[in-house]
Nanobody
């Protein structure tokens, strides 16, 4: 099983980006999916999460600006980021709890870098 994240890049303050993360492999089902971010030397923090049923939760710092969604048919989770701020600059990682024939466990994507700067 692999998670492939994409969509990061350079954007001006106030701009928008959409991150995508697609899961592939011998997947039976996917439970919770989430986006985290981690600045150099700091812990990895949850940004947004979505359950298999579509319930969402957000870090206080991104509420009203970011929206998490998923397409279960495509095994993909998205993060729409609007009104971006310089403090949103860092590497973003997707995460998913995936059931295979062998087990149920946490998987991480490779990270995609977001830079908010004028």
């Amino acid at each position: 099983v692999q998670l492939q994240a994409s969509g990061g890049g350079l954007v001006q303050p106030g701009g928008s980006l959409r991150l995508s993360c697609a899961a592939s492999g011998r997947i039976l089902s996917i439970n919770d999916m989430a986006w985290y971010r981690q600045a150099p030397g700091k812990q990895r923090d949850m940004v947004a999460a979505i359950s298999s049923g579509g319930s969402t939760s957000y870090a206080e710092s991104v509420k009203g600006r970011f929206t998490i969604s998923r397409d279960n048919a495509k095994n993909t989770v998205y993060l729409q980021m609007n009104s971006l701020r310089p403090e949103d600059t860092t590497v973003y990682y997707c995460n998913a709890v995936i059931r295979t024939l062998l087990d149920v466990r946490n998987y991480w994507g490779q990270g995609t870098e977001v830079t908010v700067s004028s």
